[in-house]
């Protein structure tokens, strides 16, 4: 949470002005540093068809985009949310927050997953990880480091989608899927009639 690309994550309040709305943004913002050594999140789209995120996260559409199968509403070790978006700030009760573990609780949740209406276009899920013991040592001795999470029962890869400028082959990604995997393989390209990307056939490059 604290090394994404919006400086206004898991911050959409308005806390004021004063010396103390200063002091609870600072302390603020430590708990959120402190929260991203315990956990972390993995971003998806409900959509792949929005030429802005294959220009922003998939190498300006040399990348791929890859389909899960998600168990949403899951609880426990992982959590998928969808997150809302907002044309204004949240204005904190300073004082619930100090006294209401409640409140504190749904604050923080409201944080987790509430962005501004600038970045509507992603239609954005997440699905939070808890790190394990180990990671956390890690994370604590490089706030840098990146985790990953298995594909399980619960993410199950269902297609990849080349970027219409990808290089890859449909054929040398099949020697790394198994059969069992039943996955589908395809090609994005822009659409002749609107603002969008499409699925293209698939050929191999040489």
Sequence with gaps: ??????????MPFDFGQG????L?????????????KRVGFISFSEKWDVPTMWAHYAADHRGVCLGFDLAKGSRGQTMIDQV??????????LRKLKEDEIYREEIFSYAQKTKSRHWE?????????????????????DPNKSFFLDFNDKLRLREVILGHRSTLTSQGLKRLLEPKDRVS???????FRKFAMVQAKLTDVT
């Design 1 to 10: 949470p604290d090394q994404v690309n919006d400086l206004f994550e898991m």
């Design 121 to 141: 276009y992603e239609h954005e899920w997440r699905l939070y990880c808890r790190l394990t013991q180990d990671e956390q040592l890690e994370k604590n001795k």
């Design 185 to 191: 393989l395809k090609k994005a390209q822009p659409s």
């Design 24 to 36: 609870l943004r600072k302390i603020w913002k430590d708990d959120i540093r402190r929260n991203a």
């Design 19 to 22: 010396t103390e709305a200063e």
């Design 84 to 93: 809302s978006y907002k044309d204004s700030l949240r204005t904190m009760d």
